[in-house]
């Protein structure tokens, strides 16, 4: 019997099946890729979706928490009368959930349950219990009344007077020139710290106070104390704390500003001459153009926490008369529990 012959395999067989495989695995590793990439798009476009709707949702919040905090403002303003920590604006608003700002509905359960992790807070301040940098330079020239409550505020602070003496000259350079002079009812600029004949732009907000010659921490410190408002404004004795109190009351030691502090919490300046009444020191000096008992610009906070983001926003306005309105308005996005400075 003949032996049977082994079948021979094409020439170059194995290599054409090793080629298949290896074509076949490239094929499901690119499959595998594009659908990986396409469900990425889906994605993000689903969080980008996501994340406009719930700015836009915020947008509408905050701004008709604003409306409430001018409503209320405009309510005080009717009654007219000292503004004082006693009155409903004072009252801050503490977290509470969104839904318990929303009309009893109980059919719409899909609202009230998107309603259940957003979280608004808020609180007016008045911006007359500060010392405004504004009062610092008047016409190009330094107010001495103003540079002397600033000095006595720097130096119960223990802060740098050559820091003081370095923004008031920046002040005076700034408001001569023609793109700095006094800040208008606008946003925060966002501009260079100096125009073209190199002099500082005027700052509009405390942070902007760099652009003049103040330190971080100099900033840091004085941001309880300070404002910058558009105009010349009183440090309203009702809300101001002891230690603007203190430095703008010529006269006063820090003794006699807390004292002045206990007296109108329990009952309310009316007028200046209850101020000098209560103030304990016959040598004190009140005067209408450096002290009163009411206000006319605010800054209203605004917080809403979605889930693990929280909107915040902060606002100045101006009242006058029945009027309020807005001056400028600056929003930020950050992660919960943090702070809008």
């Known amino acids: ?39 990425w798009q889906q994605w993000r476009a689903v969080e980008v ?44 608003l503490a977290q509470a959930r969104l839904s318990t700002f929303l009309a009893a509905d109980r059919s719409d359960a899909q609202a009230a349950d998107a ?3 957003a979280f608004l807070s808020g609180q007016i301040t008045d911006l ?10 008047q016409g190009g020239k330094i107010d001495e009344p103003s ?17 003081l003496a370095l923004m008031i000259d920046k002040l005076r350079l700034a408001q001569g020139t023609p ?3 006094a800040p208008t009812a606008a946003a925060p600029t966002t501009a260079a710290p100096e125009d073209t004949a190199g002099a500082p732009l005027w700052p509009r907000e405390i942070d902007q106070l760099a652009w003049v010659g103040l330190s ?8 309880p104390f300070i404002t910058i408002l558009p105009v010349r404004t009183p440090v309203n004795l009702n809300t101001a704390p002891a230690e603007v109190i203190y430095a703008c009351i010529d006269g006063f030691d820090l003794a006699n500003a807390h004292h002045l502090v206990s007296e109108r919490d329990v009952t309310h300046l009316a007028t200046l001459s209850d101020a000098s009444k209560m103030s304990g020191n016959a040598a004190a000096k009140f005067d209408a153009t450096q002290h009163s008992v009411s206000s006319r610009f605010f800054e209203v906070r605004g917080s809403l926490r ?11 306005v101006q009242r006058d008369g029945l009027e309020v309105k807005t001056l400028w308005r600056q929003r930020a996005v950050a992660p919960a529990g943090a702070a809008l400075q």
Request: aromatic content about 4%; glycine content about 8%; cysteine-free.
């Open 147 to 163: 540079q002397a409550a600033f000095a006595r505020l720097f130096k119960l602070l223990n802060l740098p007077e050559d820091e």
């Open 115 to 117: 309603a259940q992790e």
């Open 1 to 39: 019997m003949r032996p049977m012959k082994q079948a021979r395999r094409p020439p170059g067989g194995a290599a054409q099946g090793g080629a298949a495989i290896l074509t076949a695995m490239l094929t499901v590793v690119l499959v595998a890729t594009l659908a990986s990439a396409t469900l």
């Open 306 to 316: 979605l889930e693990q983001t929280t909107v915040q926003e902060i606002s100045v």
């Open 49 to 92: 979706e996501t994340a406009e709707r719930a700015r836009t949702q915020s947008a509408w919040i905050l701004t008709g928490a604003l409306d409430w905090a001018r409503l209320i403002l405009r309510e005080d303003g009717r009654k007219g009368g000292a503004d004082h920590l006693a009155e409903p604006w004072a009252v801050p």
């Open 216 to 223: 971080p921490r100099s900033i840091a410190v004085l941001r």
């Open 128 to 137: 007359q219990s500060r010392l405004n940098v504004f009062n610092l330079v």
């Open 179 to 181: 793109t700095g002079g």
